[in-house]
């Protein structure tokens, strides 16, 4: 007998009702107060989701010996034919279960932590409103019970990432940058709608519980019609993919993220590192049965995408000096890391270990970069600059910080036993299964991570201190606190029985470390901490010789292979010159240059008419006469 | 007893007398004698009308009081063609039809 | 040829001749006096055509009445020593053509059609029943045109009456 | 008397009422009472005939009444509303309610401007609530006809040459639709027997497929002047870019929408064999319409430009949706009248709110304007979501109704139709998002703009008033569209 979870609908409608009372009131409620409003129903959620989550994995979503789909509410919010209906409702299952906590916990930990950074900003209020928001859509988008659903609250995340990085609006660089994110991935999210369309007119359902039987009659349709080659199904996954890999920033819709550092700092830490961009990664996982059954193609394509983005963002995030460009870019790497551990793995049993992964990864993910962007949060905080050329030292001055940034990279590094060990581990091993090339590439990735979290880490908290305005100190509590429950959460996950809990088919299995994947990968990511070392540790000249030996990579990768370049030149020159430009002048003077044509000739006859109308009473009369005339003549002797 | 003069000879009198009056209205500047070239035109018709209801239909009327309606009619745009004539004069010291062309356009 | 053919020729010629004056003659009294002459010579037709009432109201009511309203207001507006300018003969020869070409057509089309009767007993019409029918409400009666004539002519002295009168009515109201 | 005619009833007694008050502030609130009254008997028509349905009533058409008055020629007032027309007049009512309180502060000649603003309100409810071709035609015309007037007289810019381009080109629509209006009313009896103007009984009769073929077009092209069909969408940027700031909300919001609901009531109802056979021709350019239009919209400097584009692209959609005749898109095309409506009439309140604030709309000379007057900045970017189909808000109903009809087409090229008209969101995103950044985000780019003043009562409650609708149909779409479908059962039944 499974457990009624009817009241996770709270989970969505709390936020939203403090999004309403902050958008409307908020105003009245001036700052702290609004603040406070916020994080305590925050709070109440996170309870809610943490409930949810123990009570599903201890027995609640437990039936013939794995966890099921467990549709706790589902109302219909539009029929759009006879057989398609929008729904909105509530899907428990674990990885929805794994995301509510995920998020709320991550949520709650932003909005604790913003109490402290935000304090004093013009339009706290505004900004918890919106943060509500997006924890409502966000909430919303892992619960869905059917695509539809999914892409709505795709939309709201989108648009509450938008109001978020446009936090500061009176910033044209972040008003440029909040544009640019919401119309890349609005871009991404047309190929999402065309794989739904095409999608629902294969299978005529939304339903993922439909969608992903494996019994179902969506996967036992083997992809329907075949057009250009691929089924139908296919076109539909690629398409579908396609908005997973705008919102999760893969290459190459990946050039929004970076600029997405523009909002406010714990922004990036909830939105852009820890939950919304791995929206992506929970879509694809969400219809990993529909993508490995039916369109193994796509999940080929996916495999491939992740990892190019994560090794194309590795490379980049070695030569960046914009603290938060190095995350960001770190933070496309390892959502590669998650899609491609999707795209390489098997259904069922042990074959579903990327699955597993890629979810584990996922989890452990949102801790630690959320740790880390917090951590340069509160680093930036102290020195008011994002550049780390302005950073230095600063171990001495904010302990916390350091202790706690040290922690969430060595994480990421993949040092055992912390968490990120684990699931790295995990990915490796079912990449090594699916294909020898990709694994080689993740695991030069892996290294690659290693290094350039440890040249932020020193070059940041070591070396030697830099000018400040005002030393820095540690920040208040109301930020530390967050961090070290971050980091606790990184230190542990890894120790969670996820194999147990969360696979591609419900039913636990046993996953256990593959030491001969283990072992290299551990040498290589500290590999890449000794190289750190050796050249952040303390400032020397090294980093430069470096950088000028490999002086043509390094430009690229500095100007992160001029993608950003590209997309300009496509919007700009193409769509704006060759296009929009082209479209309003033909508008202007071809089709209203033939209105108004018709109009003058119009004109110009009836002005030549006019000339008879001389007002000269006796050629009227002539005209009329002649006339009459010759109508008689012609009625008379012509028409008989 | 009208058997010497068949209604052929009044058609053909009033037509000649009906397109002298045309040409009369087609050519005259001036609006007095264009009023008289209608009033030849009436005049004319009134002819027809008569011959007609005496040959045809002789037990009838009706000609014979169109032609007094017309009479009546005749009268009255006399009356107040002149008045505008006059009017015009007084507006324009003139009354060649030419020079009165504020109407055109 | 009978008297009555004679007859008919004359008045025929003098209305012919006298219509062409009419319309050509460039002085404008001598136009009017045509017309005048071309009007009683129709009357004489109507009394040709034994239609004596007719005739009279064509001598009271055209050669009396309009002709000497004609010359009021030709003496009213014009000088008559004043000659007027031969007209362009363009005008004149194109006018000519119209007119002689629609009179060519008019009058082939009513000879080339015969006419079911032409000779008719040519009773007089009593006076008695010209007034009766004039005011009958019956299938014969004309009492609705004569009545919508009546209304027409008080509208058309009236109207006379108020385009004539002399300036806007402004101008003549005394300065308060 | 029947309800639905107080609808023409009550704005001609508004106009009376504003012919005997004396000054300009007593016309205001005459035509504000009138205006909400008719807010409110719409709204009572709408609770009718939701009670009317639920009582089991299935009849095409509900409250209808008729009244003879042109025998020989066999033309009825004949009134009667189904579920789409109900939705639309609450839509005119409400956004002429929206208007009245927008033109508040009109200056010139304010009695005049009302009256001729109500009379072409009455034109408008006059032509949802006419079952009778003659007399919704009548109506037609004295919806079209005020604009002239108000354009003209109360515009801004070249308003002559706007007003003449405008009704010129709407009178030539017209045109085209009375010759079609004609070649009905001539086959609408095909078996012999009485023609007739009535839609329900030319409904039950099929007009003979010659006479379709030739009366389609014209029908169909006569009412897609006025629903922006490309290419004869043209007076539409200039016209509004013209027009008084109520003149192009109502004209925008409800006017556009007398195309697309003739298109269907009358051309596709009709004549669906033509229709069928001739779809093709108008898809291509209805896709044209939805995506030039977008573009256009791209590189406007003119804010009343950007939204006149962006009104050519999302009506495009509308007959777009209604040539995929099923239920589906239709319901979508609907959905997108009214949608379109509200929101293109919020756009142009807040169009002229602004312009009325910085005397100017080149968008290149404003900027940063929601730090100075915040309640038009969000109810700006709450239009600018609506319009770019962001879920919550009434234009991502209407949008996804439509694709997901469209794509149901069996027709590969139908299909391929809808991808490309899919594309117009993103489209769509650009510019709205570059009005958003240019004129509202950003440093205030003058120092003339910083002692503006927010919105006052009046312009809160117009602009309120339209975003309740947005909100209201964005997050509860599932009434309003089932109103919509069951009154399509008929329709589609038809086509098929």
Redesign the interface.
């Known amino acids: 007998m499974m457990t009624d979870f009817g009241y996770t609908t709270w989970i969505l409608i709390i936020p939203f009702i403090t999004f309403l009372l902050l958008s409307f009131f908020g105003m009245r409620l001036k700052g702290l107060p609004a603040g406070i409003t916020g994080t305590s129903a925050l709070g109440v959620v996170a309870l809610l989701s943490w409930y949810t989550a123990i009570t599903y994995f201890t027995g609640g979503g437990i039936a013939d010996g794995g966890f099921q789909k467990i549709v706790a509410a589902n109302a219909v919010w539009l029929n759009l034919s006879d057989h398609l209906h929008i729904d909105m409702g509530v899907l428990l299952d674990p990885i929805s279960v794994m995301m509510l906590v995920v998020i709320s916990t991550v949520s709650l930990m932003v909005h604790i932590y913003s109490l402290g950074y935000m304090k004093g900003e013009k339009g706290f209020e505004r900004y918890y409103a919106f943060l509500s928001l997006f924890t409502f859509s966000m909430m919303g988008l892992v619960v869905a019970t059917n695509i539809f659903q999914m892409y709505i609250f795709w939309e709201l995340v989108g648009v509450s990432s938008y109001l978020l990085i446009g936090f500061y609006y009176d910033r044209p660089s972040a008003v440029a940058a909040s544009k640019k994110a919401f119309i890349v991935t609005r871009f991404a999210d047309m190929g999402f709608l065309v794989g739904i369309l095409i999608l629902s007119f294969t299978t005529k359902t939304f339903d993922f519980v439909t969608l992903t039987d494996i019994n179902g009659p969506a996967i036992a349709s083997k992809g329907g019609a075949v057009f250009m080659g691929m089924s139908l199904m296919t076109w539909s996954m690629i398409f579908i993919f396609m908005g997973g890999a705008g919102k999760s920033a893969m290459f190459p819709l990946h050039i929004w993220l970076p600029d997405a550092m523009e909002g406010p700092t714990p922004v990036s830490a909830l939105i852009h590192a820890a939950t919304m961009v791995v929206a992506g990664v929970y879509l694809v996982a969400r219809m990993f049965p529909v993508y490995y059954f039916t369109a193994p193609e796509a999940l080929h394509i996916i495999a491939w995408v992740g990892a190019i983005s994560s090794l194309f963002a590795a490379i980049i995030a070695l030569t960046q000096t914009d603290i938060k460009r190095v995350l960001a870019y770190s933070t496309i790497s390892q959502i590669g890391y998650m899609i491609f551990s999707l795209g390489v793995s098997g259904y069922g049993g042990h074959d579903g270990l990327g699955f597993m992964a890629s979810n584990w990864h996922l989890f452990n993910h949102a801790m630690f970069k959320a740790l880390l962007f917090l951590g340069a949060g509160s680093v930036i905080h102290a020195v008011h600059s994002n550049d780390m050329k302005d950073m230095g030292g600063l171990r001495r001055y904010m302990p916390v910080t350091n202790i706690t940034f040290l922690i969430a990279c060595l994480t990421i590094a993949g040092v055992p036993p912390l968490s990120g060990f684990f699931s790295k581990d995990e990915i490796l091993t079912a990449a090594l299964h699916h294909n020898k090339l990709l694994f080689a590439i993740e695991y030069a990735v892996a290294g690659l991570t290693a290094f350039y979290m440890f040249r932020l880490y020193f070059s940041v908290f070591h070396g030697h201190d830099r000018h400040y305005h005002h030393t820095p100190h540690e920040s208040p509590a109301t930020m530390t606190v967050p961090l070290i429950i971050l980091a606790f959460g990184s230190v542990f996950a890894g120790f969670l029985p996820f194999s147990r809990l969360v696979t591609s088919d419900g039913a636990p299995f046993e996953s256990h470390i593959e030491w001969s994947v283990a072992i290299p990968s551990v040498a290589i990511g500290l590999l890449g901490i000794g190289l750190a070392w050796v050249m952040y540790r303390k400032e020397t000249a090294l980093p430069d010789r470096v950088a000028s030996f490999f002086s043509h990579g390094y430009r690229w990768a500095y100007n992160k292979f001029y993608i950003d370049e590209v997309y300009i030149f496509i919007t700009k020159k193409i769509i704006f010159r060759r296009i929009s430009q082209p479209v309003a002048w033909f508008d202007r003077h071809i089709v209203d240059g033939t209105m108004n044509g018709i109009a003058y000739v119009t004109q110009s006859v009836s002005s030549m008419i006019k000339g008879l109308q001389s007002g000269q009473l006796q050629k009227y009369g002539y005209v009329f006469i002649t006339g009459v005339i010759a109508l008689a003549i012609v009625f008379i002797y012509l028409v008989k | 007893m009208n058997s010497g003069i068949p209604l052929e000879f009044y058609l053909v009198l009033a037509t000649v007398m009906f397109f002298t009056g045309v040409y009369g209205f087609l050519t005259r500047r001036n609006l007095i004698t264009m009023l008289m070239s209608v009033e030849l035109i009436l005049n004319s018709v009134n002819i027809n009308f008569m011959a007609f209801n005496r040959y045809l239909f002789p037990g009838k009327l009706e000609g014979h009081f169109f032609s007094l309606f017309v009479i009546a009619v005749a009268a009255a745009e006399a009356a107040v063609a002149i008045a505008i004539i006059i009017n015009i004069y007084r507006r324009f010291t003139t009354i060649n039809v030419e020079d009165v062309n504020q109407m055109k356009y | 040829?009978?008297a009555?053919?004679i007859m008919?020729a004359i008045f025929?010629i003098v209305?012919?001749v006298f219509?062409?004056l009419?319309?050509?003659s460039r002085r404008?009294l001598r136009?009017?006096v045509s017309?005048l002459m071309?009007?009683i010579a129709?009357a004489g037709?109507?009394f040709?055509?034994?239609?004596q009432f007719?005739a009279a109201?064509?001598i009271t009511?055209?050669a009396g009445?309009?002709v000497v309203?004609?010359i009021?207001?030709?003496l009213?507006?014009?000088q008559i020593s004043h000659k007027?300018e031969r007209?362009e003969t363009k005008?004149?020869i194109?006018?000519?053509l119209?007119?002689?070409?629609?009179?060519v057509?008019?009058?082939t089309?009513?000879?080339n059609h015969s006419?079911?009767?032409?000779?008719?007993?040519?009773?007089e019409?009593d006076m008695h029943?010209?007034g009766r029918?004039?005011l009958e409400t019956g299938p014969?009666g004309?009492v609705l045109?004569f009545e919508v004539?009546s209304v027409?002519?008080v509208a058309?002295?009236i109207?006379?009456?108020v385009?004539?009168k002399?300036g806007s009515p402004h101008k003549d109201e005394p300065a308060k | 008397m029947n309800i639905l005619t107080w609808l023409v009833i009550i704005p001609l007694l508004t106009i009376t009422g504003i012919l005997l008050v004396k000054d300009a502030r007593q016309t205001k609130i005459v035509s504000a009472i009138g205006m909400g009254i008719q807010l409110i008997v719409a709204f009572v028509i709408v609770f009718m005939y939701v009670n009317l349905r639920k009582s089991g009533n299935t009849d095409e058409m509900v409250l209808m009444s008729s009244f003879e008055w042109f025998k020989s020629l066999n033309i009825y007032y004949t009134v009667g509303v189904d579920g789409i027309s109900v939705a639309m007049i609450a839509l005119t009512s409400l956004v002429v309610f929206a208007g009245v309180f927008a033109s508040w502060e009109m200056e010139d000649l304010k009695k005049e401007f009302f009256i001729s603003l109500i009379l072409l309100s009455t034109g408008v409810f006059g032509f949802f609530i006419s079952l009778d071709l003659f007399t919704m035609f009548l109506f037609y015309e004295v919806a079209v006809i005020p604009m002239y007037i108000l354009i003209g007289i109360w515009g801004s810019g070249p308003k002559e040459y706007s007003a003449m381009k405008l009704t010129l080109m709407l009178m030539g629509g017209s045109a085209l639709l009375m010759v079609g209006l004609f070649g009905i009313y001539f086959n609408s009896a095909p078996d012999g027997g009485e023609l007739t103007f009535n839609i329900l009984e030319i409904s039950k009769v099929t007009i003979p497929i010659e006479a379709q073929r030739w009366f389609f077009p014209f029908t169909f092209v006569g009412f897609g002047v006025l629903g922006a069909l490309f290419p004869l969408h043209t007076w539409s940027p200039d016209g509004h870019s013209s027009a008084p700031t109520a003149v192009s909300m109502l004209h925008a919001g409800v006017l556009m929408k007398l195309g697309g609901y003739g298109a269907f009531r009358v051309a596709m109802f009709l004549m669906p064999e033509a229709a069928a056979e001739m779809a093709w021709i108008f898809i291509i350019l209805t896709t044209i319409s939805v995506v030039y239009g977008a573009f256009g919209a791209i590189v406007q400097k003119d804010l009343k430009y950007i939204n006149a584009y962006s009104s050519v692209s999302h009506c495009g959609m509308v007959l777009f949706a209604v040539l995929m005749m099923n239920k589906t898109a239709m319901t979508g095309a609907v959905i997108q009248m009214i949608s379109h409506g509200l929101m293109t009439a919020l756009f142009f309140a807040l169009i002229g709110m602004i312009y009325g604030r910085t005397h100017t709309r080149m968008i290149n000379e404003m900027g940063g304007l929601m730090k100075v007057i915040p309640f038009l900045g969000v109810a700006y970017v709450i239009a600018g979501l609506a319009s770019l189909g962001l879920p919550g808000l009434s234009g991502f109903v209407a949008e996804m109704n439509i694709f997901f009809g469209a794509f149901e087409h069996p027709e590969t090229f139908y299909r391929v139709a809808t991808i490309i008209a899919v594309s117009s969101i993103v489209i769509t995103a650009v510019y709205i998002l570059r009005v958003v950044a240019i004129l509202l985000l950003g440093p205030i780019r003058d120092n003339h703009f910083v002692g503006l003043g927010d919105a006052k009562w009046y312009e809160k409650l117009s602009l309120v008033t339209l975003i309740t609708g947005i909100v209201y149909i964005g997050m509860a779409p599932l009434g309003l569209s089932s109103l919509i479908r069951e009154s399509l059962i008929p329709i589609i039944d038809k086509l098929l």
């Not at chain 3, 040709?48 to 239609?51: D, K, P, S, V």
């Not at chain 3, 119209?98 to 009179?103: E, F, Q, T």
Request: glycine share 4%; proline share 1%.
């Open positions: 040829m009978e009555k053919q008919f025929a209305i012919v219509s062409v009419t319309v050509t404008i136009a009017a017309l071309v009007l129709t037709l109507y040709l055509l034994n239609y007719m109201v064509q009511l055209y009445g309009i309203l004609i009021f207001s030709i009213l507006t014009s007027f007209i005008k004149a194109f006018s000519a119209a007119a002689i070409a629609g009179a057509v008019v009058i089309t009513i000879l006419f079911s009767a032409d000779t008719v007993a040519a009773a019409i029943v010209i029918s004039l014969d004309y045109p004539i027409l002519l058309a002295m109207g006379a009456i385009i004539a002399k």
